[in-house]
């Protein structure tokens, strides 16, 4: 079945640090993949996402690429910010069926300043 | 646009009791889904519904839990009775689904619900 890898965390920066976050994935067919950001106390949220291979998704300065190649969708950052702390999640949607979402384990960020 | 609406959003109550927690999707979305979150586990699936019909209930963990979606605008997710490892954070979904847009693979998120079973 569909699965996603996703770097353990936590991971702590310091503010203006480059940020990566891995994330791979395991699907068949062309999946839809997704980052979604869970700050706290809150549900989570669509950060960006990429629907075919070689697509970047962008949002707020995070950008990640499909990398069907490497079956890979890592998250980046140029420059955190103390307000970018929160869980990032990888995701992906299967091409087909009733397209159930397969989530990873989330990557806890903290900025410290 | 109200979004995705749980209720309640926290609840604290006593092994053995019935919990029913609710949803309100946002309206037009064909699909709606419950997730368990805790430290331990991460975020799990726990069942979809399709056009109001459960496609995939095969994360629900034992048969004190069962969920409904009676109509389009409504779900539950109820456990009877209910035990201290069922204390987490319950997360409701929709996704647009079809006609296919711009954003009908998106989830939205309610804001939770976080029960506390002592």
């Known amino acids: 079945g569909d699965s996603v890898t996703q770097m353990e965390g936590p991971v702590t920066l310091s503010e203006e640090a480059f940020l990566t976050i891995n994330c791979t994935y395991t699907a068949t067919g062309y999946p839809s993949l997704f980052w979604y950001v869970q700050y706290p106390g809150e549900g989570l949220q669509l950060l960006l996402k990429a629907t075919k291979a070689d697509d970047k998704g962008s949002n707020k300065g995070f950008e990640a690429t499909y990398r069907k190649e490497t079956t890979s969708f890592h998250l980046e950052k140029g420059s955190v910010q103390v307000s970018d702390s929160a869980v990032y999640f990888c995701a992906l949607t299967g091409s087909g069926g009733y397209q159930k979402v397969t989530f990873g384990i989330g990557t806890k960020l903290q900025v410290i300043p | 646009d109200a979004g995705v609406i749980q209720s309640p959003r926290h609840e604290v109550t006593e092994m053995g009791q019935e919990v029913t927690l609710r949803c309100k999707p946002i309206?037009?979305?064909?699909?709606l889904f419950w997730y368990r979150q805790t430290m331990m586990r991460g975020l799990e699936l726990l069942i979809y519904?399709?056009?109001?019909?459960?496609?995939?209930d095969s994360g629900m963990p034992e048969d004190r839990f069962s969920a409904k979606m009676p109509n389009a605008s409504f779900s539950t997710l109820k456990i009877q009775p209910s035990e201290p490892r069922d204390s987490a954070v319950y997360f409701c979904?929709?996704?647009?689904?079809?006609?296919?847009?711009?954003?009908?693979?998106?989830?939205?998120f309610g804001p939770g619900t976080r029960l506390t079973v002592l």
């Open positions: 979904a929709s996704r647009p689904g079809y006609p296919r847009g711009p954003r009908s693979n998106e989830q939205f």
């Open positions: 309206s037009g979305h064909n699909s």
């Open positions: 519904f399709n056009n109001n019909v459960p496609i995939d």
